[in-house]
């Protein structure tokens, strides 16, 4: 990636000093809260799927035990 050819402080990137410059404070959390939502929050088909994975990891435990 090319470094922007603009002059002066760029939004979110920590200057010399390691101090982040002037960016709103909810950005970040906002950002992750759509991640979370969209992305990696599973969906209602996929809770299905957990749930039969689940299920059958305690049958074949069960069944490994006998």
Do not use: C, H
Not at 33 to 53: F, G, H, M
Request: negative net charge.
């Amino acid at each position: 990636m090319e470094p922007s050819a603009t002059p002066g402080p760029q939004m979110g990137v920590p200057t010399e000093g390691r101090e982040r410059s002037p960016e709103p404070p909810d950005y970040e959390d906002e950002f992750l809260r759509y991640l979370w939502r969209d992305y990696l929050y599973p969906k209602q088909y996929e809770w299905v799927l957990i749930a039969a994975y689940v299920a059958v990891f305690f049958v074949a435990l069960v069944g490994n035990t006998l």
